[in-house]
């Protein structure tokens, strides 16, 4: 079957530095994508891995290894709006986009 | 600017009572996707339009059925919505089918059955 891990919730202080993890066991792999998603609003793209390694924009990073089915989202300077729910999600071989539940993340002042 | 708009941003039906949720887009592309998101969940694939080609998941309940009369609108009609039903409902849209990791949403609705 088709699966996507990651946590379901962390906690961190503004400020500071934060890392979402994210595992994943698909039939085919086409790239992989974090959205954000605040509370009662649409997930809204953030980044997209295709090949190996970093990807920077900001003060968001994504990396990904796609023989180790991971990847990870890194958030630096948090700022309380940073607080959200950050979706992981793989298109699989058919190009149907495969999601995560999600990672409630807290920023504490 | 050009963009994917849900009407209306939240419904409240009653048990048993049809509903229709809209949405339109003015980005001109060929994939519409409704999606069921209920709380920490991840949002739930329930059917997509390629044109005017639709894709019914295996898993959609019958009580769901969806109309897309032309490229920019796309409804999702649910026939007798039990208390079960009750929870975000995306749109979605991507330029093609391969591009479907690109996809744009809507505000979302959020339907209440009482």
């Known amino acids: 079957g088709q699966n996507i891990d990651q946590p379901t919730e962390m906690t961190a202080t503004e400020g500071a530095i934060v890392q979402i993890n994210c595992t994943y066991q698909t039939s085919g792999f086409n790239g992989l994508f974090w959205y954000q998603q605040h509370a009662g609003e649409a997930p809204t793209f953030l980044s997209y891995n295709v090949l190996d390694g970093l990807e920077e924009k900001g003060r968001f990073s994504s990396f990904l290894s796609r023989s180790k089915g991971y990847s990870y989202l890194l958030l630096k300077e948090l700022q309380m709006k940073d607080s959200a729910s950050y979706l992981c999600?793989?298109?699989?071989?058919?190009?149907?986009?495969?999601w995560g539940a999600g990672t409630k993340l807290i920023i504490k002042p | 600017d050009a963009m994917v708009i849900q009407n209306p941003r939240y419904q409240v039906t009653q048990f048993g009572k049809p509903v229709t949720l809209s949405c339109s887009q003015t980005l001109n592309h060929n994939v519409m996707y409704w999606y069921q998101q209920k709380s920490s969940q991840a949002p739930k694939l329930l059917f997509h339009y390629y044109d005017k080609d639709f894709n019914n998941e295996a898993d959609t309940p019958d009580n769901f059925q969806s109309r897309r009369p032309n490229t920019s609108f796309c409804f999702l009609d649910i026939r007798s919505p039990g208390l079960g039903d009750a929870a975000m409902y995306l749109c979605?849209?991507?330029?093609?089918?391969?591009?479907?990791?690109?996809?744009?949403f809507g505000p979302g609705t959020r339907l209440t059955v009482t």
């Open positions: 979605a849209t991507s330029k093609t089918r391969d591009s479907s990791y690109e996809q744009y």
């Open positions: 999600a793989v298109t699989d071989s058919n190009y149907q986009l495969i």
